[in-house]
């Protein structure tokens, strides 16, 4: 007899496993969504069979349920059905059903060939066509008044013109149109003169009106006039602020406490006269080049005097008034001053002469010292910054950001990092630009004025300059040639200065580059130490020429006092048939000594301790020779006659 157990058996609450990992770990799948769930019990739905055939079925279904009445009352908890989404299925095919009647309904509707649909006749209103024909014939005659109305003042000025000579306005107008920017606003014309559609971000508008100039104004102008050009019919007004006469004066000079006081409490410049006279008045083209010339200059030193109040300089620079005052090297300062003349005010300069103007200058006797070329390198600067804010590169591929300069794009595959980066956001100044044309200047200034120095100094041997002729604002090159005059083949000594800001860049004849400050005494140092150089490189190469033999010869003599300047240099030459010698000693605060010995010795034999004549041929003591009672033009001359003198037997 065996005890029974009901065991129940139900569905596992966790779900199917996925995948079990290497480290035993089982990872199972995501239980169904509501949505998933509906959508695979809707899988198991046959769609293609009829109602008719679900009847049958279940007809099926209830005569086999009898038979089965035995096994059901052994399981009573179990109820088994054949269809459990009958009601599903019907909905659905009844929302088909509405679909596909909808779907009628709409075709019959959008074809007429079903049925046509009439809309609703509205009431009809009473159209009177002789109203509209007296309406649009009163607008037409308002319009046409209008225009005869002008057609009559067009003639009657026209004839008046004729009549009197006068000039036409409209053609003035049109040759006004040609160069500058003009719109009507209302009643008026108006223009502008600003550099805004050239990329100027200038805060300061350039608005002009322009007017009809009276006809008794022409006339009289015209009776005063007769053999001159004809007036124009044009009036320009410009605003006060744009009147007048500007430019920016830019002067380098060396710091001086009563110069630079002059300077600032100077209260105007004299700026060119090339104001009208009393009764007179300038043509509209040059009167608006004018005022956009002292739009253009007061752009610039507003620009300038926001950089020199932002900019960290060792020594700051100062913004007073219309003047900015920069330090370009120790001892030297750069102004830049805004000189307007507008011919209302008059101010009195620190002498006591009066100086029309309205604005304060770079000083009373700037006038004279003014740096046009560095006042033109302004000029060229903001128009290019202009250029730039308009001109933008090209983007390369072409889908590419417009913006970004070709350096920056090739930023990220270069992969340059964060200083690199920031060095190209970086860009200099317009006040450091000039500072650096002006560090320049005064650098190839201070060249010049040392080799011209040197060159009238030393006259043997020969300094030669040349300056190349294509330079940069800040970069400039100097060949140095250091020859004796008839020796130029036998050796040349060649020295290429580099001219930069702040320093010197020289390359000698061996290769050696040397850096140099802004010390003059620097520059100089270094040319007198190529010139002894080359002397005692010409006398080796005059020796060879004449066959005499290099015995020695020392660069950094080691003997002798201490030089201040460089290193004394010395060599020594012997004879074709070795009975004379020559030595040479180059001092750069001495200059160039010559000795001489010969042998044999006629002193010999005079001591009782050497009795060999072998030691006769041993060369006797060094005489020096008094190179300023030698006959020859330098001293390469006098040292090839001295040669020739003691190679010769006799």
Known sequence: ???????????????????????????????????????????KIDF?????????????GESSSETKSEDENKEPGYQSSLWPWDSVRNKLRNALTEVSVLADVITIAKEKRYM?????????????????????????????????????????????????????????????????????????????????????????????????????QIAQAMSLNATGPTPSALRVTVPPELQGVAFISVLCQKEQEDVVTATLSSAALNCPGTLPGDGAELHWQ????????????????????????????????????????????????????????????????????????????????????????????????????????????????????????????????MAADRYELLDMSKEQSLLEQIIQQAQHFFMRRRSEYVLDTIAKEVKDPLIVSHWNALNSPTQSCVKINIMAYGYDAVCRTSLVVHVGEKTLKCICRDGKVRHLSYELQELRDLIYCQIYQHQMTAVQAVGRCMGWQLLASSAHLGSGPVEPLGNASSCLLASPNGDRMIAIRCEPSVGIQVFIAQSPRKDLFSSELVQD??????????????????????FLNKLELLMACLSSPS
């Open 613 to 634: 004549k072998k030691w006769e041929n041993l060369g006797g003591a060094f005489r020096e020779i008094k190179l300023e009672k030698m006959e020859g033009k330098n």
């Open 116 to 216: 046509v649909l009439d809309q609703i006749q509205a009431d009809q209103v009473d159209n009177r066509p002789m109203v509209q024909v007296y309406g649009r014939k009163k607008a037409l005659a308002a319009a046409s008044a209008v225009l005869l109305a002008g057609v009559e003042r067009l003639r009657a000025s026209e004839t008046m013109r004729v009549t009197r000579n006068m000039p036409d306005f409209h053609i003035d107008l049109l040759r006004l149109r040609q160069n500058w920017r003009l719109k009507k606003v209302g009643n008026t014309i108006v223009g502008d003169l600003s550099y805004r559609t050239a990329g100027s971000k200038f805060s300061q508008t350039g608005v002009f009106e322009v007017t009809k100039a009276p006809e008794d």
């Open 286 to 413: 040059q009167k608006l080049e004018a005022a956009q010339n002292v739009l253009f200059c007061k752009e610039l030193f507003a620009r300038l005097a926001a950089e020199a109040v932002q900019l960290d300089a060792s020594i700051p620079h100062m913004v007073v008034g219309n003047q900015i005052m920069a330090t370009v090297l120790p001892g030297i300062q750069l102004l830049i001053g805004l000189c307007h003349n507008n011919g209302q005010n008059q101010n009195t300069n620190p002498d006591g002469t009066k100086a029309e103007g309205g604005s304060a200058g770079a000083g009373a006797g700037a006038k004279s010292e003014h740096d046009h070329v560095l006042e033109h390198s302004l000029h060229q600067l903001l128009r290019a910054l202009h250029h730039a804010n308009t001109h933008h590169p090209f983007p390369h591929p072409a889908t590419g950001p417009l913006g970004p300069s070709k350096r920056r794009c090739l930023a990220g595959p």
């Open 48 to 60: 293609s069979k009829t109602e008719d055939d679900y009847s049958i079925v279940k007809k099926e």
């Open 1 to 43: 007899m065996s005890n029974s157990v009901s065991i129940s058996i139900e569905a596992p609450i966790e779900n199917q496993i996925q995948e079990i990992t290497y480290d035993g770990q089982e990872i199972y799948q995501a239980p169904l969504s509501m949505s998933e769930n509906l959508t695979r019990l809707a899988q």
